[in-house]
């Protein structure tokens, strides 16, 4: 169904025990490049609830053992402070099947170029100097593209958004998961 130029979605079912296998899997250990492509994404993705929306949501939430001023920020905050994102990524990366994993970091050394970034997103990058909604919209774009690896990658970075969310370095505990209860 994939193709092999470019990741399958993310596999992480393992067996009956693939919670204690992917305990020790190693993490992946993305470079300097791939973390500036995955942040960039990652951030543009992110939903920006604006001061209004982020205001309503305080409101709605309102909590004696924090401040509203605190919801507020917390609403406003990029995925790349979500604490360390990166390593939730690589954690998550880390149960993948090998093969989607090097695919994917070819996507990402990709748009760490600025043709690599012009073949995939139509502007010439590399993808961490674009803005946000130029971001967004590359991504959107390949949800609807006709190539399923295109489809196929933008599935993985929006499974990614959520691992910002409410991911979490083994042994750590995920910045957003005291919000959830």
């Keep these: 169904q994939g193709s092999s130029a470019c990741p399958r979605p993310f596999v992480v079912w393992l067996g009956p025990w693939s919670w204690a296998m992917a305990a020790f899997a190693p993490p992946v250990s993305f470079s300097e490049p791939e973390r500036k492509v995955l942040l960039c994404v990652l951030d543009a993705l992110w939903a920006d609830v604006g001061e209004e929306g982020a205001r ?8 004696r053992d924090v401040g509203r001023e605190q919801i507020v920020a917390y609403a406003r905050r990029p995925a790349s402070s979500c604490g360390n994102v990166i390593e939730a990524v690589q954690a998550k990366c880390g149960v993948s099947h090998s093969q989607d994993i090097l695919e994917f970091r070819l996507v990402l050394k990709a748009l760490a170029t600025r043709m690599g970034c012009l073949a995939l997103t139509g502007r ?3 993808i961490f100097r674009l803005r946000a909604p130029a971001v967004e919209a590359a991504v959107k774009a390949w949800m609807r593209s006709p190539l399923v690896p295109l489809r196929e990658v933008a599935k993985v970075f929006k499974m990614l958004v959520g691992v910002a969310a409410m991911g979490a370095p083994p042994g750590q505990e995920g910045v957003n998961w005291r919000a959830i209860g």
């Design 124 to 126: 010439r990058g590399p």
């Design 56 to 63: 309503e949501m305080a409101a709605a939430h309102d909590r």
